[in-house]
Every structure is written in structure tokens, then in C-alpha cells.
């Protein structure tokens, strides 16, 4: 049962999924109180969530959390910084969640995904499974995407951070990145036609008007007008990407670039525009949908140069046999053998416009097929 325009909830017999989502991208910095952005008492009108999912960027920025990869080991299966942090932030988010029981998470480089299950939730998540999709310079980890899918009373959930291609002109990159995490998602087994989807991280998007005037409308808190000039809604309208997801309404300003520390948007010699790079979006698709009920920043956490951003969600959950739930869609096994990410790694060997054309070539088949994923009607 695919969700009404309106967003009225059919009649039907359901059970119900309250979902808290979380993204940061912390600059490499370590946890401190985060009370301030994980308070999950607040997190919706109906109490504490059953599930919640954190995602972190750029947890590890250095070279060696990007030669671990996902693993956070070095050669010698020694703990480096990067696996280390991680403790540190799991701990934290322990900490904020005292009552709730860790479920899985999944690690590459500074992109981290966690998830926790309030006890009485636990029984209803099963058949839990992970991964990674790595979209940098020759195939690394630096960005990309993590997994979490899992099933719920029956019925396919998914959960991605990703961080995609960084500075305001790489549109078409952020886009081509969007389709190779969706390809090799799909490959991997991560999506499926049905079921809800979570996607949020650091994608990068950014506002595209001259930098005086932007922050001017942030004075102004003209937060209608940024919107209209915001990367990622003008992408979506013109069906470029996140084709079929949907967003909460942005009522908060810009979530990046701050100076470390305080309130004042980016100071430095590059002084970067003031933008909302840090999302979540969701997609259902029969046999639940998807109610949102808050999408918010949080400025009071001031230890990264961008903002928190958090949304609860209630899912309406109609149970189905959740037979072979991660077998790839017949109609996406078109899919070369050969990875997403190999077939970038080997397009990155070659030289000036024989890179770009092939990287083109390999981004028109996966947007082909991300676009049969998302723009399928039921």
C-alpha cells in the first residue's frame, strides 16, 4: 500500500514503527555531551522510539582510517584510531540510550551507521544485514555509503549514511555517486521493491546563490526563499536524484559551514556558502508508508564546523511473508558481474576524458537502474 498525497493513514490492520534518525558529520572530532542532539524522550509525540539509527561522517579523517577501509585494523590486526573512535562514540551513544539494546553497526572510515532497539521492539527486528559502498578516488572509502537492512513485523527496512562528493560544482558527481551506492545497494541485496528506506548523511548539496546574499537570508531567517535555491530540491524536481523519497519540510537554517565552536558561519579564506549539506529522506513503498513528524538541527552541539540534524518517523507496517526479503529485483539482475566500485576503480586508470567518458558511461547504466528502483509504481 503505497502512502496517500495527502498523508492520511488508510484503514487497514497494521502495527506501527516509531524510527529516530540521526546524522553528524563530526570533522573528525571526538564525542563530548550529545545529550543536546540524542535526547530520544523528545524524539516524536509518541514517546521513546522503537528504533533509533545514528549516522556519523568523517569520524576518521586521517590516511590510515582510510587504508583500514571498514575493518578499523591495521596489517597486523592491531586496533588503529579509527576503531578506537569508534568505541569512543559507541560508548557515547550508550550512554544516551541507556535503555536500549545495540543491534548491529557497520564501519568504513569515517562513515559509521548504528542502530538500537528499545527491549520490547527487539523481537519484531530480525534477519539483519550490513555494507558498504565505497564512491572515492579509485574505489576508497573517504566516501560512500553504509547499510544497515533489517526486517521488521515482515516487511523490509533500510537504513544508509553516505557521504557524497564535496564542493558546490560537483551536482553531477553527488548524482552520479547517489546511483552507484543505489546500484551496488541493490546488487548487494540492501534494497528491495517494498518496504521503507532511510537515507541521511552528508550529502553535500549545496546552496547555490551568491554568499552575501545567502547569508543575508539567513539573517532575515528567510529560510523559503534558501529552500528555493537549495541543490538537492532543485535535483529532486528535475528528477536527477532521490527520485520517489520525499523530505520534512526545512525550517531550520543552514547546517554547515561553522567555525568550530560557535555560531558564525564559515570565516576562513575560502569562506564556503552556507548550506543544508546534512539530510535525511525517506521513501515507502507498499506494504507500509510513512508518516514524518519532526525534522530538526541542533545548534547547540558546536564541536564540528556542521550541525546535527535529527527526524523521528511513525511507520505503518502491513505484514507479508518475508520470503527471500534480500534477493536482488529480477528485473535489476541486468546488472554487470563486475561491481560498481571495480568498474570505477578500473575507469579511474585511465587518462583526462577517457576517465570522465567512462565513468559517464558506467553512471548512465546505474542511474538507468536506480531509476527503475525508484520510480517503480505499484
Known sequence: MAASASGEVPEAADTKLSVFCCTFNVAGQLPTDLKAWLDVSEANEFGAPDLCVFALQEMDDSVM????????????????????????????FDSCVPDYERITSQ???????????????????????????????????????????????????????????????????????????????????????EGACFWMGDLN???????????????????????HLDQLRTQRLEGNVFDQFNEGQITFPPTYKFDPGTDIYDTSPKARVPSWTDRVLYRAQSPCYVMPHTYRSHPDVKISDHRPVSASFVVSLLEQEATAPFATPSWAKELPATSATAQAKANAGKAGQAIKGGVKDVTSKMQGLAGGFFGKKR
Not at 65 to 90: H, I, Y
Not at 109 to 133: E, H, N, Q
Not at 210 to 225: G, H, Y
Request: contains cysteine; glycine residues 10%.
Open 205 to 227: 548539496y549545496r546552496i547555490d546563490e551568491d554568499n552575501d546574499k545567502v547569508r543575508q537570508l539567513i539573517k532575515d531567517d528567510d529560510i523559503e526563499t534558501l529552500c
Open 65 to 92: 582510517g582510510l587504508l583500514t577501509g571498514s575493518t578499523g585494523l591495521d596489517a597486523g590486526g592491531n586496533v588503529t584510531d579509527s576503531k578506537a573512535r569508534e568505541e569512543a562514540w559507541l560508548t557515547s
Open 107 to 193: 564501519l568504513l572510515v569515517g562513515m559509521f551507521i548504528v542502530m538500537y532497539a528499545k527491549p520490547d521492539s527487539r523481537p519484531r527486528v530480525s534477519k539483519l544485514a550490513t555494507g558498504t559502498v565505497s564512491t572515492g578516488m579509485m574505489g576508497l572509502g573517504n566516501k560512500g555509503a553504509v547499510a544497515i537492512q533489517t526486517i521488521v513485523d515482515g516487511v523490509p527496512v533500510t537504513f544508509i549514511n553516505s557521504h557524497l562528493a564535496a564542493h558546490a560544482n560537483k551536482v553531477e558527481k553527488r548524482n552520479e555517486d547517489f546511483a552507484m551506492i543505489t546500484a551496488k545497494l541493490l546488487e548487494d541485496g540492501l534494497l528491495n521493491l
